[in-house]
T-cell receptor, first 113, second 113 residues
Framework: AQSVSQHNHHVILSEAASLELGCNYS??????LFWYVQYPGQHLQLLLK??????LVKGIKGFEAEFIKSKFSFNLRKPSVQWSDTAEYFC???????????FGAGTRLAVHP | KAGVTQTPRYLIKTRGQQVTLSCSPI?????VSWYQQTPGQGLQFLFE???????NKGNFPGRFSGRQFSNSRSEMNVSTLELGDSALYLC????????????FGEGSRLTVL
């Protein structure tokens, strides 16, 4: 069965620190990869996506992610976090068509001023 | 453009009752998906509807059902409620492509007593 693993459940950073959140998936075929974010009190929204092409993708608010096929990974990065990045981040994969997203368990990020 | 609208936002039911949740997708979106979010199981796919037809289903018991109307609005129903059905139920819409790029509503929070 397809699955998504997120390495960190809770991350605490100070403003201006760099961020990297790990994500690994299990599926041998073609996948679409996503990072979704849920800010406090807000709905889940798309942060960035990878379908094909350049494995380094850029999303909103300065986030980027790198797809490494050989490692089945899609790690999220941001060079310098802000207090407003405090949120829960979900890695997700679609494999086999349609819109059935398989989500990771999520990472709660807290950024302190 | 209005986002995905879910009603009701909060509801409390008792065990054995049934509940119906409603979702209005973004105008022009023909695919509607439903997800269950709980602290223990995370985000889990329930089902997806496209053009009034269910085209994908997750691993939930038959007590969970849904439907989609000709105007793309969707409802999901849970019968014979159990305590474990307490969750945030998220609806998401998509223009119709099978990409996994979804636009989520704020959810309906169901508490079963």
């Amino acid at each position: 069965a397809q699955s998504v693993s997120q390495h960190n459940h809770h991350v605490i950073l100070s403003e201006a620190a760099s961020l990297e959140l790990g994500c690994n998936y299990s599926y041998g075929g073609t996948v679409n990869l996503f990072w979704y974010v849920q800010y406090p009190g807000q709905h889940l929204q798309l942060l960035l996506k990878y379908f094909s092409g350049d494995p380094l993708v850029k999303g909103i608010k300065g986030f980027e992610a790198e797809f490494i096929k050989s490692k089945f990974s899609f790690n999220l990065r941001k060079p310098s976090v802000q207090w407003s990045d405090t949120a829960e981040y979900f890695c997700a994969v679609v494999a086999g068509g349609y819109n059935k997203l398989i989500f990771g368990a999520g990472t709660r990020l807290a950024v302190h001023p | 453009k209005a986002g995905v609208t879910q009603t009701p936002r909060y509801l409390i039911k008792t065990r054995g009752q049934q509940v119906t949740l409603s979702c209005s997708p973004i105008s022009g979106h023909r695919s509607v998906s439903w997800y269950q979010q709980t602290p223990g199981q995370g985000l889990q796919f329930l089902f997806e509807y496209f053009s009034e037809t269910q085209r994908n289903k997750g691993n939930f018991p038959g007590r969970f059902s849904g439907r989609q109307f000709s105007n793309s609005r969707s409802e999901m129903n849970v019968s014979t409620l159990e305590l474990g059905d307490s969750a945030l139920y998220l609806c998401a819409s998509n223009p119709g492509q099978s990409t996994g790029e979804l636009f989520f509503g704020e959810g309906s929070r169901l508490t079963v007593l």
